[in-house]
């Protein structure tokens, strides 16, 4: 499994102190790729998401078994979301409420779980990363459909 973080300016505090908290749980089941590795106070949240968004599209072309998953940041979370799921392949969701974090993976088949940067704590944070990289989709048919039309829009 490949974990790709990104974030812009407004997030990347979070971003680092995510990368680090994964390093530490570090196993041979994934690798981190940080796609946005240097700081820039000028960059926008857009241009963010579309170098995670072409890293992960590249990765699921070549193995479509949801194996590449992205952890996003940005100020709010919401507007990296926004741009996110503009692009193919992308199935981006937004929260830090355990519950939904699981749902937006079982049921939506999310590969991405955007963050904000500015609000909630640290814990709040590797919670919701842990919960999201470690739950399976739920592969009942109308969970299937609803994503291969999701696919088809």
């Not at 579309?50 to 890293?55: G, L, N, P, S, V």
């Not at 100020?75 to 392949?89: D, E, K, S, V």
């Amino acid at each position: 499994m490949i974990i790709c973080i990104a974030a812009d300016h407004g997030g990347w505090e979070r971003k680092e102190m995510v990368r680090v908290f994964l390093e530490s749980q570090k196993s041979e089941s994934y690798t981190i790729v940080d796609v946005i590795p240097e700081l820039d106070n000028s960059d926008n949240y857009p241009e963010v998401a579309q170098k995670m968004a072409d890293f992960i599209s590249k990765n699921e072309e070549n193995s479509p078994q949801n194996t590449c998953f992205g952890i996003a940041f940005c100020g709010t979370g919401q507007g990296i979301c926004m741009a996110l799921n503009r692009f193919p392949f992308i199935r981006a969701g937004i929260s830090m409420d355990p519950e939904i974090v699981a749902l937006i993976r079982q049921h939506n088949h999310a590969n991405v779980l955007c963050l904000p940067g500015r609000f909630g704590t640290d814990e709040e944070v590797k919670q919701a990363v842990s919960i999201f990289l470690s739950t399976p989709v739920d592969s009942s048919n109308r969970h299937i459909l609803r994503v291969q039309q999701l696919g088809n829009i």
